[in-house]
């Protein structure tokens, strides 16, 4: 890699400076990237949130850096025989600046691991709770490094939930610690504002983009409680573990939807997963 | 030092593993302690805020461990002959754990650097902006890696500012972007309440607790905009830099107070700053 402005941190030297500002200020963002059969799911969407995200905090990562990162990374899982899994790529300021004030030219960190994929749940549904930390849409849905928020509901978590879900400061429901959430209603799905989200995923980017096209209208409305008592359904998704339908929240029993069924098949037709 | 559940980064090996949690999502706590002469300043305070943002993230940091610390600074301190400056702490979860959720038993990472002490404005006052990056209190005014909104804040500060006050979500005056604010009116003091401030400082802290038996009272009420242009001066206090007066914000001139002179005196007397 001859890029000189960006230091490149891969698995075999798994090592950054202590002074990196990801470090310090949590000053950068990442991505998660599922490959499956050697195919990147959903990558022009990862790739367009991470570039909108670092215009958001300044960070010079463009298209020509990000096409590098992927030959290299094309090259490496070859090399190791690596055709399913988890991608991760963090993307810091580097180090330097003035305290908080970031450098006027930073040195840019990328950081790049690979990992299996999750326990994967089956179809049949999953047990949620509701976490007492509540989230804040601060930096305008970008995957950003201050995950905090995240951290803290995930502690949360008894062993057989499979996700939190959070509240914003109003009370409404607005996410999962790491998935995004549609309920389903009698005229389709329904998903908080993306104004308000913590983290914009990119399978919901995506779903929103598919669904109404194959019949399915989705609008983005406030989630009061009530609402998601009298709903019909409620789905989690990331471009991880793809679409996984809530059969509980705490000791509220949720009901299956058909439709469930039918937004998997087309996920899966459309992205792959 | 013999503690087998931390890993201690010293400048002379200034690197962690890229999988830190600190730096995945900015999970822990750092402290800026200023030396003067040997002496640190406010040590007691910063030890007492770290302790509690350790309990509030679940954090197996103790009194023990602060201590084996402090034994270890002085060490180096004095091997180097380094008697002034600024200390920063770091102390993070570590790595581990499945995505955001922390592992039981986590294994802390202590990070320790020395620092020259930053340009200080003489007495005369400094100029400051306002700042269109908003604050939120999310983390109990605890000093989190989580500081991208100090970050943004930080990035719009033209070079001849000292400093970038903060609204919070409601537009209320609460900090700056590395110090906290008093308000001077009639009656003596005024700070935005504690649970509005997303770091609530140490250097905050021990005014408050010093001046009302001083004879200044001290009082924590939220500010409003017209509060602050009716106001008889403002100052910017942290740790590190002590107590500096702000004559402009923005295009807006402050008077200046007789009794920042005094307050200045009286912590000078009590705190060393």
Known sequence: MIRRSVDWVWPENF??????????????????????????I???LHFKRLLAGARHLGLACDRQLLAQWWQ????????????NGVVKLILTRGSGGRGYRPPASPRLTVITSFHPVPPLPGDGGVATVLCRTRMHATMGGF?????????????????????????DHAGRLTEGTRTNLFLIDEQGLVSPPTAS?????????????LLPSAG??????????DRVRRGRGLILVNSVSGIVEVRRIGC????????????????KQAFGL
């Open 42 to 44: 959903l990558l022009e």
């Open 143 to 167: 995957k950003t490094l201050n995950r905090l928020e995240q951290v803290q509901a995930s502690a949360e978590l008894p062993a057989d939930a499979y996700e939190g879900l959070m509240l």
């Open 197 to 209: 989200l913590a983290v914009n995923g990119v399978m919901r980017t995506a779903l929103m983009q």
């Open 15 to 40: 090592r950054v400076g202590a002074a990196d500002r990801g470090l310090a200020y949590g000053d950068g963002l990442f991505e998660t990237l599922r490959l499956i059969d050697s195919q990147p």
């Open 72 to 83: 290299e990374l094309v090259r490496r899982l070859r090399a190791q025989g690596l055709d």
């Open 216 to 225: 399915i209208p989705v609008r983005e409305q406030c989630l009061q409680w």
């Open 252 to 267: 509220l029993e949720l009901p299956s939807d058909s439709r469930v069924a039918t937004i998997r098949r087309l996920s």
